[in-house]
């Protein structure tokens, strides 16, 4: 069954750094965009940060320069390095990987909380 797995969520102090990481299956082919995206309570969902096969990179405002997105094509696997977290942070983090023919999946999310 094709799926993400996501890891390293987490409880953090205001300042403190995650990663989070997101695998996905091996019968999950032709990746074309990997993604995170979260959801506070209470919020829409909204897209965090976003890879394209080739790298190019895109990040909501209220990320930039403290978060960074990387993937590894040849694992299937996303990043999300989190540095300098605010409280504003906490929300579930959820993968997402867009493919060329088959549509788009979704992780499980994980949580990331941080205290001020």
């Known amino acids: 069954q094709a799926q993400l797995v996501e890891s390293g969520g987490g409880l953090v102090q205001a300042g403190g750094s995650l990663r989070l990481s997101c695998a996905a299956s091996?019968?999950?082919?032709?990746?074309?965009?990997m993604g995170w995206y979260r959801q506070a309570p209470g919020k829409q969902r909204e897209l965090v940060a976003a890879i394209t096969r080739g790298g190019s990179t895109n990040y909501v405002d209220a990320v930039k320069g403290r978060f960074t997105i990387s993937r590894d094509n040849a694992k299937n696997t996303v990043y999300l390095q989190m540095d300098s977290l605010k409280p504003e942070d906490t929300a579930v983090y959820y993968c997402?990987?867009?493919?060329?023919?088959?549509?788009?999946?979704w992780g499980q999310g994980t949580q990331v909380t941080v205290s001020s």
């Open positions: 091996r019968n999950i082919f032709n990746i074309n965009v």
């Open positions: 997402n990987v867009d493919t060329y023919f088959s549509g788009t999946y």
